[in-house]
């Protein structure tokens, strides 16, 4: 009995190193994208892409890309005849080529729209819970606002610091453009749909937005939670800090989910690439960009 036990456990692991082979096999596949890095990843996560080869192209919420790129570069590191590219565009951009089928995956910082949905057979994959935090220079003296006060901001009705409790200089506002989920977010949720001033200056995605504000003392705008850094100030809203831990237990409320999106249900290769997203090294990646995983439902 104990004989036929081991045997049985050596198949099993000789059946796991085979199938790991083949997702490293180098003969019969292309060449590792050129920069790709070597990151190593556990065996068991990539056991799905085993026998898979082809592309994978995703585009959309900019939000996304930390995650994306990490696990892209994990599954390609360890499968050459896989190739997956990352882009952003924003939210409305991955929907809009998802539907078109220009992209396998089009991310999203929102739930889809009835409209984006009709007609275009779309599935969502929730995977992690993010926030929305305002963000200022890391100079600037104010902490914490109310909500009142950053749609005042916002509106372009409080123009100067030293009306926000800063310092005596015009408050340079920055937004997104309105394909952003970033956008959509902070407006329904925390601007309440009201007005954003025509003088406030548009960034094409999170990581601009990051950059604008670090480099200008005056600036105001907004950014994933996961974004935020050194660089820039999360300001508290209404004396709540813009934290993922807040977020998740709802004291801090400007906050969506981040959603993956096909058309139709995702063929094998798109299937196994959702499924690493959310398997637990894929968690550990998406805690590692500032998010909470959402389990796979």
């Known amino acids: 009995m104990m004989h036929r036990q081991r045997l049985a456990l050596a198949a099993a692991l000789m059946t796991a190193v085979v199938l790991l082979a083949a997702c490293t096999e180098e003969k019969e596949t292309p060449a590792k994208p050129k920069g790709a890095k ?3 990843a556990a065996p068991g996560a990539l056991l799905p892409f ?3 080869a082809g592309t994978i192209d995703i585009a959309g919420g900019t939000a996304h890309i930390p995650v994306m790129k990490d696990a892209a570069e994990k599954i390609m590191a360890a499968c050459p005849g896989i190739r997956i590219t990352v882009a952003g565009g924003g939210s409305g951009v991955g929907v809009k080529k998802v539907s ?20 275009a057979d779309l599935r969502s994959f929730a995977f992690a819970i993010d926030g929305v935090a305002v963000c200022v220079h890391p100079n600037n003296r104010v902490s914490d606002l109310t909500p009142e006060q950053v749609q005042a901001i916002f509106a372009g009705t409080t123009a100067n610091w030293k009306d926000a409790g800063g310092a005596d200089a015009a408050i340079t506002l920055y937004t997104r453009d309105e394909a952003s989920g970033t956008r959509e977010v902070f407006w329904e949720v925390l601007l309440k749909k009201g007005a954003i001033a025509d003088k406030a200056n548009v960034m094409p995605s999170n990581g601009a937005m990051k950059t604008a504000v ?16 050194n660089t820039i100030k999360a300001l508290a809203i209404g004396g709540v800090a813009a934290s993922q831990e807040n977020a998740a237990s709802g004291k801090y409320t400007v906050t969506r989910k981040l959603y993956m999106n096909t058309k139709g249900e995702p063929k094998p290769l798109v299937k196994a690439f959702i499924g690493y997203v959310y398997s637990d090294e894929g968690a550990g990646i998406v805690r590692q960009a500032g998010y909470l995983p959402i389990p796979k439902p």
Do not use: C, F, M, W
């Open 38 to 40: 070597k990151v190593a």
């Open 50 to 52: 085993s026998g898979l």
């Open 214 to 229: 670090a480099q200008d003392p005056n600036a105001i705008g907004y950014v994933s939670i996961g974004h935020v850094d």
């Open 100 to 119: 078109e089928g220009l992209v396998d995956i089009g991310n999203t910082g929102r739930a889809l729209k009835p409209q984006e949905k009709e007609g």
